[in-house]
């Protein structure tokens, strides 16, 4: 249930770090499906805003996604982003 | 041992110079009249120097703001300047702001100034920043001596106040962003590089790190570009404020098969080295030119497009790049069974690739990608 609860957090806290790196409106992102492409038409990350959000993740959860995962699978949607970090944060 | 010795004249993209003491004798606050103290000529002629090999000059004074209007008076001598900082800051803060508006590492600025105190308070609160006194100039200049000069390089001072008007012009525009973009009307041509570009792309090799794929080194790209199966590609790009000449190259190995290799193989195109200019950065010009390379792989009759990658503290942004393009990693490994070219992964590096079937992601709407077929025969 926690954990639940946790992922949900970190959800909707990663569906507002991602509008402020996109410069969308955090409502509009709030209301995607979470398995919404970051790189597609309807968030379209730039790889300037997504230096920018893995970023302030890092900072916000102290997780270096970065550096933990080389070819960056886990910046597909907010779905799978939402996993990396939660599951993260659980090892911490 | 020289103070500049360990310098490494690549890592530096800017000198920042302090005025009273440092460009002029004076202490412009303190004279007598409102006219500007004559700068040393020394001190110009290095400026100069330094512009023919790449290297752009800036200010940052601890003086009053006044002062810079009495240098905007003076054209000749405030046009070689960037971003300069006049101000009661700390010098720290001025070299900080000075990176941010050209859009480069604050390790990448070396501060020459004639204050000691200055040069403690810079050290301490910016310790990647080497500062240096009047007197080392010349050893800074010795530094750069080997370096070539190229038209790109002598252009660089120039395109960057082309920039600067760029971004004066953009906080005046009043509208959306992506409005704004269109309204700058940004082209980018993508061909293969004639000789004369050559030493542009080796330049980018050297001094490119956010937007590096790999870190190849320009000897060896140069070696690999005139070698069998090799195409060596660059972008140009062109708004309405200019011309940015070469921001960006890119080697294709064309030598490589799938593994294993199909009796009907499609081809693949590998590109050991993707280098690009933070010159342009945030406009989608770095995507662009990814994006029309592997339309063009595809439109060569290649079935694979793959990119060597080598994560380094700097080339973030080049993997995020390399990932929205849908370049995931591969099993290719060090040594590659093709060719032997060196091309292939090592142990700190991977090779990411793709299918080119299927859609391809396209650029960005604002930006006009074309081909460019100017190349030698």
Redesign the interface.
């Given at each position: 249930m926690t954990d639940t609860r946790e992922r949900a957090a970190v959800e909707r806290e990663l569906r507002s770090l991602i509008a402020g790196a996109a410069?969308l409106d955090e409502a509009v992102v709030a209301e995607l499906p979470a398995d919404t492409d970051l790189?597609g038409p309807r968030i379209g990350?730039?790889?300037?805003a997504?230096?920018t959000l893995?970023g302030t993740i890092d900072q916000r959860y102290g997780v270096d996604v970065?550096a933990l995962d080389?070819?960056?699978?886990s910046?597909q949607s907010i779905a799978t982003l939402t996993d990396f970090v939660a599951s993260h944060l659980q090892s911490h | 041992m020289s103070v500049t010795d360990r310098f490494d004249p690549d890592g530096v993209k800017c000198v920042v110079w302090d005025l009273d003491g440092t460009l002029w004798d004076e202490i412009a606050v303190e004279s007598a009249t409102d006219d500007l103290p004559t700068p040393r000529p020394a001190a110009l002629a290095a400026i100069d120097e330094l512009a023919a090999r790449g290297v752009l000059s800036s200010i940052a004074s601890r003086s009053a703001p006044s002062v810079l209007d009495r240098l905007d008076a003076v054209p000749e001598v405030r046009a070689r300047f960037l971003a300069p900082q006049v101000s009661w800051q700390d010098k720290s803060e001025s070299l900080r702001r000075i990176a941010k508006d050209l859009g480069i590492a604050v390790e990448a600025l070396v501060l020459v100034d004639d204050s000691p105190y200055e040069r403690a308070e810079v050290e301490a609160l910016l310790p990647g920043v080497r500062t240096l006194a009047p007197e080392d100039v010349p050893a800074l200049l010795a530094a750069f001596e080997g370096r070539e000069v190229t038209a790109e390089s002598r252009e660089r001072v120039r395109r960057y106040r082309t920039e600067e008007t760029r971004r004066a012009e953009g906080e005046r525009f009043e509208g959306s962003r992506e409005e704004f973009l269109r309204w700058c009307d940004m082209r980018l041509t993508v061909g293969a590089a004639t000789a004369d570009e050559i030493p542009r792309a080796l330049e980018l090799a050297a001094r490119t790190h956010r937007l590096n794929s790999s870190g190849l080194t320009p000897d060896r790209l140069r070696e690999l570009a005139s070698s069998d199966g090799h195409e060596l590609y660059t972008a140009r790009m062109t708004d309405r404020f200019g011309d940015y000449g070469i921001i960006g190259a890119a080697l294709v190995d064309r030598t490589r098969r799938t593994r294993p290799a199909a009796p009907a193989d499609p081809g693949v195109w590998s590109v050991p080295l993707l280098a690009l200019s933070c010159r342009v950065a945030g406009r989608g010009a770095a995507a662009a030119f990814l994006f029309r390379l592997m339309e063009r792989a595809r439109a060569a009759g290649a079935g694979e497009f793959r990119v060597t990658l080598r994560p380094t503290d700097a080339n973030l942004e080049m993997r995020i790049l390399l990932r929205q393009a849908g370049l995931r990693r591969t099993d290719e490994i060090a040594g590659g069974a093709a060719g032997g070219t060196g091309t292939a992964a090592t142990a700190d590096s991977a090779v990411l690739g793709r299918t080119l079937q299927g859609d391809l992601p396209g650029s960005p709407a604002w930006l006009h990608v074309s081909d460019r077929e100017d190349a030698e025969a």
């Open positions: 410069r790189f990350l730039t790889s300037l997504g230096v893995l970065a080389l070819s960056l699978d910046l | -």
